[in-house]
């Protein structure tokens, strides 16, 4: 069971970003889905979910109207578009259920996707 984040990196401030989160789990078209980010020294948040569907959406204040989720399920993909990227959106960005797959007594995470925003 596999969670695999890929597109970020480093971009310059106002400039824009697509993730991706590809996922062997069986489940992937009947879960909530979501994306989550960590700065340095700050707790995981939650910035965007998605209902199994697609059809219904939401946002963190902090990131509405500039980022916008969304998934293929017959691809078992999801997406997170980035645009007006600000230097605080800096973290390195996970995807998960939501709430997230758990795993024995913890979590199932992967290993993110790095984004960078220059000022």
């Known amino acids: 069971v596999q969670l695999v984040e890929s597109g970020g990196g480093l971009v310059q401030a106002g400039g824009s970003v697509r993730l991706s989160c590809a996922t062997s789990?069986?489940?992937?078209?009947?879960?909530?889905m979501g994306w989550y980010r960590q700065a340095p020294g700050k707790q995981r948040e939650l910035v965007a979910s998605i209902t199994s569907g697609g059809g219904s959406t939401n946002y963190a204040e902090s990131v509405k109207g500039r980022f916008t989720i969304s998934r293929d399920n017959a691809k078992n993909t999801m997406y997170l578009q980035m645009n007006g990227l600000k230097p605080e959106d800096t973290a390195v960005y996970y995807c998960n259920a939501y709430p997230p797959y758990r795993t024995g007594n913890g979590y199932l995470w992967g290993q993110g996707t790095q984004v960078t925003v220059s000022s």
């Open positions: 789990i069986s489940s992937f078209s009947i879960n909530p």
